[in-house]
């Protein structure tokens, strides 16, 4: 997970205590990966190719250069990145 999932997720502003702790929890069993220099390249990359958000950016440019999948409620905002893996949590949740 990238260290931007952990504060964007956490750092929500309408995040109840319930989902707050249950995040914590789930957090602790995720290995949790730094924003390195080459996170950083690749986000600039993504960004001057594309309008998006830098937090995407980093989201999306950690999945590639870890070369795991996103999983993401919010896959639009994903699709147009070439070779990047997404798993959409609503159709994960749908049973699709």
């Known amino acids: 997970m990238s ?3 952990h504060l964007e997720v956490l750092g929500y502003h309408q995040l109840t205590p319930k989902d707050k702790e249950y995040f914590i929890a789930f957090f602790e069993n995720i290995k949790m990966i730094p924003v390195k220099d080459e996170i950083i390249q690749k986000s600039i990359e993504l960004r001057q190719s594309r309008k998006m958000s830098l937090g995407d950016a980093i989201i999306a440019a950690t999945a590639l250069t870890e070369n795991i999948p996103l999983l993401t409620a919010n896959s ?14 609503k159709t994960v949740q749908e049973g699709n």
């Not at 639009?76 to 990145?81: E, M, V, W």
């Open 3 to 5: 260290a931007i999932t």
């Open 76 to 89: 639009k905002d994903f699709q147009h990145i070439e070779d990047l893996k997404l798993i959409d949590l």
